[in-house]
């Protein structure tokens, strides 16, 4: 079993900065893709980024290409979301979770655990 526990959501401005953190615990981290995905209030949970188990490769969402940066550190268990240039349409509940497989999907059953969120909040 992993456990992931996702931090550093908050309310920020529109064109402000957040860095999100997903501790996973458990000893086969380095060997899961991991995935970010948002929800925001009356629609389904969707895509945000995801990166291999080295970190050698990275997707991203469209919505947030050239915004948003995920990386990890295996060293530490933990998997990161930069996201910057923030937009009021970010305004989600944001979700971490883990492949087991190691596939790096953008659909959300392809991920076997998941935290249990942090609210990111950009005002306009």
């Known amino acids: 079993q992993v456990q992931l526990v996702e931090s550093g959501g908050g309310l920020v401005q529109a064109g402000g900065s957040l860095r999100l953190s997903c501790a996973a615990s458990?000893?086969?981290?380095?060997?899961?893709?991991m995935g970010w995905f948002r929800q925001a209030p009356g629609k389904e949970r969707e895509f945000v980024a995801s990166?291999?188990?080295?970190?050698?490769?990275?997707y991203y969402a469209d919505s947030v290409k050239g915004r948003f940066t995920i990386s990890r550190d295996n060293a530490k268990n933990t998997v990161y979301l930069q996201m910057n240039s923030l937009e009021p349409e970010d305004t989600a509940v944001y979700y971490c979770?883990?492949?087991?497989?190691?596939?790096?999907?953008?659909?959300?059953?392809?991920?076997?655990?998941w935290g249990q969120g942090t609210q990111v909040t950009v005002s306009s």
């Open positions: 990166i291999t188990w080295s970190g050698d490769r990275t």
């Open positions: 979770a883990a492949d087991r497989l190691g596939y790096t999907g953008t659909r959300s059953y392809e991920y076997d655990y």
């Open positions: 458990g000893r086969r981290f380095s060997s899961y893709a």
